[in-house]
Nanobody, 124 residues
Framework: VQLVESGGGLVHAGGSLRLSCVASVTLEDYAIGWFRQAPGKEREGVSCISHEDDMTYYADSVKGRFSISSDDKNTVYLQMNSLKPEDTAVYYC????????????????????WGQGTQVTVSS
């Protein structure tokens, strides 16, 4: 499985970006997670969509601002609104076969396939 992210960029605080994650396979049996990593910080699970059971998960830091969706084929989107400077990071999408839970979706060790990342920079 190959994953390619796009859509990152530089925005002012309060702005929006939509990230895309395109997979080389259809995603009906996979969950796709979005992670981010800022310089000097650990990788953080941001959101996840599970295609098997149509569940979505969000980190508390992005709830109400970010929205994950899928075209139910091979692309997952992360709509990011009301961006803050602390959202600045490299964003990665990752895939795992099956259904993560609320407890596990944000654990990077769970995922088998990773994209190369896309930079998101939010200026104050």
């Amino acid at each position: 499985v190959q994953l390619v992210e796009s859509g990152g960029g530089l925005v002012h605080a309060g702005g929006s970006l939509r990230l895309s994650c395109v997979a080389s396979v259809t995603l009906e049996d996979y969950a796709i997670g979005w992670f981010r990593q800022a310089p000097g910080k650990e990788r953080e699970g941001v959101s996840c969509i599970s295609h098997e059971d149509d569940m979505t998960y969000y980190a508390d830091s992005v709830k109400g601002r970010f929205s994950i969706s899928s075209d139910d084929k091979n692309t997952v989107y992360l709509q990011m609104n009301s961006l803050k400077p602390e959202d600045t990071a490299v964003y990665y999408c990752a895939a795992v076969w099956g259904r993560p839970s609320q407890r596990t979706y944000g654990s990077s060790w769970l995922y088998d396939y990773w994209g190369q990342g896309t930079q998101v920079t939010v200026s104050s």
